[in-house]
T-cell receptor, first 111, second 112 residues
Framework: QKEVEQDPGPLSVPEGAIVSLNCTYS??????FMWYRQYSRKGPELLMY????GNKEDGRFTAQVDKSSKYISLFIRDSQPSDSATYLC???????????FGGGTRVLVKP | DGGITQSPKYLFRKEGQNVTLSCEQN?????MYWYRQDPGQGLRLIYY???????QKGDIAEGYSVSREKKESFPLTVTSAQKNPTAFYLC???????????FGPGTRLLVL
């Protein structure tokens, strides 16, 4: 069983809809949580970083962490065609340790 | 303009050939990483280095080698022992003690 599970999609939504992405993990040692966005044939870019349970908002993006359920989410409000990309969750057990990535969810926002 | 550069963008390898992928960063980060990404899959760690002249194997180090002679540079060699090298290779760096990693644009390696 993988340490981090992420639905591969694709997830297709109309422009303006809310995109909901999530990852589940099995090891309670994970303490830091990140979301990366990756456009086709490009390197991933960091979108959100959180380390505590609860919500963190940045513009149209909200990251949610529920450590008791071992579940993290990313919400994208007012989705745009430019949000079409693969979204990867990445988890870390301690500062300076390696990242463990989910497999990524491909998102397609249709105009 | 700070960031991570990788070259070449595309690389072709012949059977039995070693090839080297370049990664340079000017972010003054101590730690650097190499990942492999296969279609539809997440990133898998090949090697990482937290300081000059030191590096550790990641989860899939077999068939790869690295060096870290300078803080700014972390080249990856894909040796002939790597039987399935076709993939997208990503280099990343992070500041000491920081969890967040920043990625380069990637190199796509194809086998002829």
């Amino acid at each position: 069983q993988k340490e981090v599970e992420q639905d591969p999609g694709p997830l297709s939504v109309p422009e303006g809809a809310i995109v909901s992405l999530n990852c589940t993990y099995s090891n309670s040692a994970f303490q830091y949580f990140m979301w990366y966005r990756q456009y086709s044939r490009k390197g991933p870019e960091l979108l959100m970083y959180t380390y505590s349970s609860g919500n963190k908002e940045d513009g149209r993006f909200t990251a949610q962490v529920d450590k008791s359920s071992k579940y993290i989410s990313l919400f994208i409000r007012d989705s745009q065609p430019s949000d079409s990309a693969t979204y990867l969750c990445a988890l870390v057990k301690a500062a300076g340790n390696k990242l463990t990535f989910g497999g990524g969810t491909r998102v397609l926002v249709k105009p | 303009d700070g960031g991570i550069t990788q070259s070449p963008k595309y690389l072709f390898r012949k059977e039995g050939q070693n090839v080297t992928l370049s990664c340079e960063q000017n972010l003054n980060h101590d730690a650097m990483y190499w990942y492999r990404q296969d279609p539809g899959q997440g990133l898998r760690l090949i090697y990482y280095s937290q300081i000059v002249n030191d590096f550790q194997k990641g989860d899939i180090a077999e068939g790869y080698s690295v060096s870290r002679e300078k803080k700014e540079s972390f080249p990856l060699t894909v040796t002939s022992a790597q039987k399935n090298p076709t993939a997208f290779y990503l280099c990343a760096s992070s500041a000491t003690g920081q969890e967040t990693q920043y990625f380069g644009p990637g190199t796509r390696l194809l086998v002829l």
